[in-house]
């Protein structure tokens, strides 16, 4: 009988040793410990960091290129123009069409808030990568499996779709809204509200039509007629109305602000101001140079007054590398900071982690697209009153109004509250406007060339690429070039595919290269939207 026992236990053991098995090798390969779905309020919040840390950050080499500040330290970078593919954000949209899913499966409608705001990420993101580089895989992208080598849709075809996009999604969140559908769970941004986002859909629109400018004449796209109907009519297409509407990234102690006083020694010196930047605020006597950036030690040294705008000294980015670090590291004795450049100020962007708000779609953006708009004639109405609105939404936002403005700059370029001196400077708006590079020109080259210069101006370190896809678009303002841009002196134009796109997905990659750049895939090759 024990032995029978024995037996029995064998067989038991292994008939269920064997039913363990019968699992098939899908389900065998599942990792118990990680998590096969997730909820689409968690997959939004990737989405939306995404927008954010992949699109170009503060003080990162997006903003040298848009010559905002310049690197003196070879050791961390250049200022050349001579990067080579895109960030690739396919991987994104993959996240997007896999919230939309996730949040089906709850049960909900076809037409629901994700679903919405996936239309405008995919607007989103599809320009953030073709504005850089051209034609791209769009209707047989993000497909897996079912389609591994897409082929590349035009450029023009890309921005239809993306204003498709875009308008389909400003029509969802009015019916949405319609019916009290009006929030999504797990947006940072506008805790949700779709009458919030409604009003960066129709901002980032006009972007989109703005940057299609030279495209004015094609009937295929109708920029004009779609620019002048979303202006006139704000019931059905509304717009941020001020600041409280911006989509903006709003840092804290664990999401820093990029410089802070953890890496003031890593980078605070090794950071100047550019004089793309600097010279056009000196040159309008605009106080914002004295609330971004700090006064030239040597010229404080040379017995000028921080309240003087000359003061105020950026370097050429076209500047040799070593001579701009020679320059930056001149010793001005006790008593003043080093270098012969201004840095950028210590007391905003190294006395905490906070930083200023990043935006990424910004209200003062919006009022200079709209008044180029009516430069160009695209729609009625006074480009000055635009143009006045967007340089006061700028100004108040670094706390420049009419009055006596108080401001601190470090003595001796250190971040200590005790190096900090304070002195003020008036302001008057009227005085500011009525300057001759200030005071709108008219509806001609001039004036739009003080709507660029000025919205260049709103754009430091925000909006990642904006202010240097304007200057790729107009040729305002003039970027500086030289030894120290290299590209032989030229501001490239584009950037190259991704190198997996030539080894996995090869012909299409190569005719898409035939198709418009002659079969160079080069940076300083003219996309569409630029011919």
Known sequence: MRHHKILLGTLTFLALTFTGCEKSFEELEQDPNRATTAPASLI??????????????????????????????????????????????????????????????????DVNGYSALGKFFRAFFMDQMSVRAGDLPMKGAVLGRENLTPE???????????LKWLDESNSDMTAL?????????????????????????????????????????????????????????PAKYPLPEGMVDNLEFVSNNFN????????????????????????????????????TTEPAGAQLKAGKLPSDFTAFVGASSGEDLA?????????????FAPGAYSFQSRSRYYSN????????????????????????????????????????????FYGVKDGTLSMLYSKTGGRDASDFVSYNVNFSFNTYYAQPLVKYGGNNAAGLEQIITQKYLAFFMNSGMEAYFDYRRTGF???????????????????????????????????????????????????????
């Open 152 to 162: 590349y849709d035009s450029q023009k075809e890309i921005y239809i779709q993306i």
């Open 323 to 335: 001579d701009m670090s020679s320059k930056a590291g001149i010793n001005n004795g006790p008593g």
């Open 44 to 109: 939004l919040q990737g989405v939306e960091w995404d927008m954010f840390n992949e699109t170009g950050l503060p003080f990162s080499s997006e903003m040298r290129w848009n010559q905002f500040y310049a690197i003196n330290y070879n050791y961390y970078g250049n200022n050349e123009y001579q990067w080579s593919s895109f960030n690739d954000h396919y991987t994104t949209l993959k996240n997007v069409t896999q919230m939309e899913l996730e949040h089906k499966k709850t049960g909900a409608a």
């Open 256 to 291: 820093k602000y990029p410089s802070n006083p953890d890496n003031f020694g890593f980078d605070a010196t090794r950071q100047n101001m550019a004089a793309t930047y600097v010279g056009l605020l000196t040159a309008r006597k605009d106080p914002r140079v004295m609330v």
């Open 177 to 233: 809204i319609a019916k009290g559908e009006t929030t999504v769970g797990g947006d940072f941004y506008f805790a949700g509200k779709l009458a919030k986002w409604q009003k960066i859909v129709n901002a980032f629109r006009l972007r989109v039509l703005i940057r299609l400018s030279k495209k004015e004449a094609d009937t295929d796209l109708n920029i004009k007629s779609q620019f002048a109907a979303i202006l006139a009519n």
């Open 353 to 396: 982690y906070t930083g200023e708000n990043i935006f990424i779609v910004g209200y003062p953006e919006m009022c200079f697209n709209i008044a180029e708009a009516i430069n160009r004639g695209w729609a009625p109405g006074s480009a000055e009153q635009w143009y006045q609105k967007g340089i006061r939404a700028s100004q108040e």
């Open 477 to 531: 303002p003039k970027f500086m070039t030289g030894v120290g841009t290299g590209n032989s002196g030229r501001i490239a134009l584009r950037w190259q595919y991704p190198s997996s796109e030539r080894t996995t997905n090869a012909a299409n990659y190569k005719a898409a290269i035939d198709r418009q750049f002659a079969g160079k895939d080069d940076i300083n090759d003219v996309i569409w939207l630029l011919k």
